[in-house]
């Protein structure tokens, strides 16, 4: 994900238009919440009373996120370590205020830095839970990959992802996705990159996941919960 293929300005007031609405707060926390849930379809259940509870927010989008995110952290571990990152500076430079005014006595890190580049500030086997939204279609294949390699790395031995992710499948999928091109390079400045559901699927096997699906409101955007594949 190359930093100038972003108008950061144009994307951060455009895009947070939506994600600054109450609805998206509503959104994120049964979004949070589904996705928890179904990591027991895995046979797995997340411990985050741990005293080393450690999560990273991987592509913030903008305070609202960071905030609904911290929330829901805290309500479960007021003592976990929490990192955000993002690429853009407004975003970044938004959820830093947020963590000065609101919740300057947290174990909160804010980080400006590419997800491909994480290995770099945090260390190996050091995060219990990645989540992110819609963050995916900003790479293309072959930086997927190394995403999840990166991902791979800085897990602990049970860690866990969760994701939600336009994941494109026949017609209805390829119309979707048309718009969504079009409105992200005209109205948002940006570039994304589109991943069929089986593609998808098949990168997170490949880098040894084992996951579960559901569906939202959107036909196409998947809500996704991993865990590494120990055998």
């Not at 900003?138 to 049970?158: A, C, H, M, Q, R």
């Not at 991943?195 to 809500?223: A, C, M, Y």
């Amino acid at each position: 994900m190359a930093k100038d293929l972003i108008n950061q300005t144009l994307y951060y007031r455009r895009f947070k238009i939506i994600i600054g609405s109450p609805l998206w707060r509503i959104y994120l926390k049964r979004a949070y919440r589904k996705c928890i849930e179904g990591l027991r379809q895995l046979n797995f259940v997340p411990d985050f009373n741990k005293k080393d509870f450690t999560c990273l927010l991987s592509g913030a989008g903008n305070e609202t996120t960071a905030d609904e995110f911290i929330k829901f952290v805290i309500a479960r571990n007021r003592k976990a370590g929490i990192i955000i990152i993002d690429i853009g500076d407004e975003q970044i430079e938004a959820v830093k205020r947020l963590v000065q005014n609101k919740y300057q006595s947290l174990n909160i890190k804010v980080k400006q830095i590419n997800a491909l580049d994480l290995t770099s500030f945090i260390q190996k086997n050091n995060i219990d839970w990645i989540e992110t939204d819609g963050f995916l279609e900003y790479f293309n294949t072959e930086s997927l990959d190394s995403l999840l390699n990166v991902w791979n790395k800085i897990l602990k031995k049970n860690g866990f992802i969760t994701l939600r992710e336009f994941a494109s499948d026949g017609m209805i999928g390829k119309l979707i996705d048309y718009f969504r091109l079009w409105i992200a390079k005209k109205w948002l400045g940006v570039t994304i990159y589109i991943h069929t559901k089986k593609g998808l699927e098949d990168i997170f096997k490949k880098n040894n996941f084992k996951f579960v699906s559901g569906s939202t409101l959107i036909p196409t955007f998947k809500r996704y919960s991993l865990i590494r594949n120990l055998r």
